[in-house]
């Protein structure tokens, strides 16, 4: 509790995305055991993508009580993340995620300094926005599992001096949503609602119709992950909404579609199949272009297997 009243010190402006090392367990494998799990990590080729199935076995490790299991599937991610090159981004976001990942197992030498080199790179990034990314898991790791207060709330500061920063809309919309993530994950729930707000307000400014309807199901599905299914949906209905406004039926239906898609992975399965199928009878009825009314029912099959 003292990390999020450390943070709410910060004044309220805006936020970004999502935290990959917080919640639930990782991924389900398919069915497959842990061990299982963790050799087809082993065996993955691109080291971003081996980073993000290590960090999840770890996690399962570690709640299954494998403590060494997991330490040793973290020593692998941090193995692979020093392959990743030419992508200062995505080497930062993986040491960040091991090193959150490694204090939420009790390795806080560890987790000490693989944030370092978190914190290192993200000078490198280019993009501000990702660079608010980054910051934002610094510091939580640590607020949270470092308990140096002080440097959380002066990396916390930081990335939201980036967001203020933003002249992008989308830009500052994502940056938003991961300051309230990381807020939240603090157990600062009035400082994460109050740029919760400020990004759905950002949103609801964008102009152009499809942008606007793009970027409030992001959010929406960002409160999913928040665990705020009821602020979700309601950000949801204003997405379907927005569709009203875009001006080509196919670009209405294309919507129509990914907000569905989004629905579904929300685990709102029945409002996904109606937002289908009023895509699918969108191409039909308005769409005169035959080409593009095939492309609308091969994306609509698709995300209906996505969702399989």
Request: glycine share 8%; aromatic share 4%; proline share 2%.
């Amino acid at each position: 509790m003292m990390f999020a009243r450390v943070l709410g010190v910060a004044s309220v402006v805006c936020l970004s995305w999502l935290l990959v090392g917080c919640g639930g367990n990782g991924g389900g494998g398919d069915g497959l055991t842990l061990s299982e799990q963790y050799q087809a990590a082993m065996a993955e080729p691109n080291p971003g993508t081996k980073v993000i199935q290590l960090v999840a076995v770890a996690r399962q490790q570690e709640d299954a009580g494998d403590a060494g299991g997991a330490e040793q599937s973290l020593k692998d991610a941090v193995a692979a993340a020093n392959t990743i090159t030419d992508d200062p981004f995505g080497k930062a976001s993986a040491f960040a995620d091991i090193a959150e990942m490694q204090g939420y197992c009790g390795l806080r030498g560890s987790a000490r300094d693989n944030i370092q080199v978190a914190r290192d790179l993200q000078e490198t990034i280019e993009n501000p926005k990702n660079r608010v990314a980054v910051l934002c898991k610094v510091s939580l790791v640590y607020g949270l599992y470092l308990e140096k207060l002080i440097a959380a709330k002066a990396f916390m500061d930081e990335a939201k001096g980036l967001v203020d920063e933003l002249q992008d809309p989308v830009d500052k919309v994502d940056g938003l949503m991961d300051l309230a993530q990381t807020c939240q994950h603090a157990g600062n729930a009035e400082q994460a609602d109050a740029m919760v707000a400020a990004a759905i307000e950002a949103a609801n400014a964008i102009e152009r119709p499809r942008d606007r309807c793009d970027v409030i199901t992001r959010v929406a599905s960002r409160l999913v992950a928040m665990n705020q299914q009821e602020k979700a949906v309601a950000r949801f209905e204003e997405a379907i909404a927005a569709t009203q406004l875009i001006e080509t039926p196919e670009s209405r239906a294309f919507a129509l579609a990914e907000i569905g898609l989004a629905m579904g992975q929300s685990g709102l399965y029945d409002r996904a199949e109606a937002l289908f199928e009023k895509a699918g009878d969108l191409a039909y009825k308005e769409v005169t272009d035959t080409g593009l009314q095939a492309e609308i029912t091969q994306t609509i099959d698709r995300y209906r297997g996505l969702l399989q």
